[in-house]
């Protein structure tokens, strides 16, 4: 029984609908306890992941690609037998699957089965080791982006950081101080201006910096937003990438742009450095570096693949500026590759956007604030967050204990009884009892004077057959609403105009009488 498909596929659907009432619950108490929100994400993130695994195992059930199911459901109807060359019998093949239940208990006995409720599922991911990721001091938890290291990668690259301190228009009266005109908040803000960098300054150094920043901001977003789909995301923002580079519309790789960078001023003063290699479009540190370099096979490739160019002659000099594009295959590839990672951290750079003008703001609370004054500020927010705990604390004891309500007083909306003095100004002590309700106790004159017009009242006097009506207001007993139902159809009757006895009618002589007595002449023929 425990291996048959149709309990799989219940199973399955059971653990699913558990799974989201654990996500539910995950929610709820995400809601009371802000502190704990990011706990609360990743226990969500769990959840949802075990929820797509089982919803797999059922569709996969239901595609029936074995033809399991469908065996099942011809057993379950008669049309098959459990055993091959015997008719099949609806009823022979339900006593071969008590006989197997009841084998199957005889063999386990005294094993209970396996039931996760909701609880067990929030409890059993909330209590995994790996749960909450891990954090440095400066992100705390989260909030704020930890770029140290990857700022001073930048700050070693020299012309990559010269260059886009041109672009960016960063005034450098301070250099002569010996100080960083180029701080670390200028570097966040200009996080994702890459496509501002020439692509000659683009190395494998570059690269290797641009990669390691995409993983740090991927980790992030996973690490502080578990919620969020961001292979989804990624995905899409690839697809917009592929459509815009088609079309030669990404920024900072146009073949104009590409152009205008190969011939610029800077392009022409790079050209002229010895150790700069033009078929290559790359710069050597050292001499030795550089030599060796030329007998290499990629710089005799990229020599014969610059000769063969439209735009440059064959015997043409390698300093000499060329109007093409010389790049090889494998190049156009590398820079599509560098091109796609630089489009992936703008995205990432989007959605981090408030992450990061939250770390801005933090460093410059922390430059105006003396190490002194730093560490208080810690140490408060540490005392709040202690106190925020113990009251929760408290609050969780409080709800455990008992009520203290030895007058047996009325609960308030925060369930505490209400103040004594309340309950006697509003006549809470009086009891109010109403025989059509069944003889239900009202306290207070204003729950009583309510009761009238609900549910309960109206029932009773539904059921007594009488309207319920201002009339029967403060009418409480079933005798007197009868009566005085009684009463309102007798003076109902007297007050109804009647049309034989108050109807007038005149003859042809001018005498006025009832309709009745009218009639009674007409046929006699006596008018």
């Not at 070693?156 to 960063?170: G, P, Q, S, T």
């Not at 710089?299 to 160019?309: G, I, M």
Request: aromatic letters at 10%; a negative charge; proline letters at 4%.
């Amino acid at each position: 029984m425990s291996s048959a498909v149709l309990e799989l596929a219940r199973s399955s659907q059971e653990e699913i609908e558990n799974i989201e009432k654990a996500i539910a619950k995950a929610l709820s108490k995400k809601a009371d306890k802000p502190k704990d929100s990011l706990l609360y994400d990743h226990a969500i993130s769990k959840l949802l992941t075990q929820a797509q695994a089982r919803s797999k195992d059922a569709l996969d059930i239901y595609a029936d690609e074995d033809n399991a199911r469908k065996e099942e459901l011809a057993i379950l109807a008669g049309l098959q037998s459990t055993i091959p060359g015997r008719p099949a019998d609806v009823w022979t093949n339900f006593y071969d699957r008590v006989r197997d239940i009841k084998e199957y208990h005889r063999r386990f006995a005294g094993q209970l089965p396996e039931s996760h409720d909701p609880d067990w599922h929030l409890n059993s991911v909330l209590e995994r080791h790996d749960i909450m990721p891990f954090f440095s001091g400066e992100e705390g938890t989260g909030k704020y982006l930890d770029l140290h290291d990857l700022y001073m990668k930048f700050t070693n690259l020299k012309r990559v950081r010269e260059a886009l301190e041109e672009r960016l228009k960063i005034k450098r009266n301070s250099r002569a101080l010996g100080e960083r005109y180029f701080d670390y908040t200028t570097y966040l803000k200009s996080l994702d201006r890459l496509h501002d960098i020439p692509r000659q300054l683009k190395d494998k150094t570059y690269k290797a910096y641009v990669t390691e920043l995409f993983n740090y901001l991927k980790g992030f977003v996973e690490r502080s937003d578990p919620l969020v789909d961001l292979q989804k995301m990624l995905t899409q923002t690839d697809a917009d990438f592929e459509q815009k580079w088609s079309a030669d519309e990404v920024p900072g790789w146009r073949s104009s742009e590409l152009q205008q960078s190969s011939n610029n001023e800077d392009q022409m003063e790079l050209r002229k450095d010895p150790l700069y290699c033009v078929p290559c479009k790359k710069l050597f540190t050292k001499d030795s570096v550089f030599q060796g370099h030329l007998p290499g096979k990629k710089h005799q490739k990229a020599v014969q693949e610059l000769q063969k160019s439209s735009f440059a002659a064959p015997g043409a000099s390698m300093n000499t500026t060329t109007n093409g594009d010389s790049r090889t295959e494998e190049e156009k590839e590398d820079d599509k590759e560098l091109a796609r990672l630089e489009n992936q951290i703008r995205r990432l750079r989007e959605t981090l956007g408030d992450v990061i003008q939250a770390t801005m703001n933090q460093i410059e609370k922390k430059q105006s604030r003396t190490a002194t004054e730093w560490e208080a500020s810690l140490e408060e927010a540490e005392a709040a967050e202690e106190d925020i705990e113990i009251e929760e604390e408290s609050e969780d004891e409080d709800e455990d204990k008992p009520i203290y309500n030895p007058k047996n007083l009325p609960l308030g909306w925060d369930g505490k009884p209400i103040p004594y003095w309340l309950y006697k100004l509003h006549g809470l002590g009086i009891e109010y009892k109403c025989e059509i309700c069944g003889d239900y106790s009202y306290w207070g004159r204003r729950a009583f004077e309510r009761h009238f017009q609900e549910w309960r009242h109206a029932y009773g006097m539904r059921r007594l057959r009488i309207p319920n009506t201002m009339h029967f207001k403060e009418i409480t007993g079933i005798q007197d609403a009868v009566a005085l139902y009684e009463k309102l159809k007798v003076e109902t009757d007297i007050a109804q105009f009647k049309a034989d006895n108050e109807e007038e009618y005149e003859d042809s002589d001018g005498n006025v009488m009832n309709k009745k007595t009218f009639e009674d002449l007409r046929r006699q023929g006596l008018l």
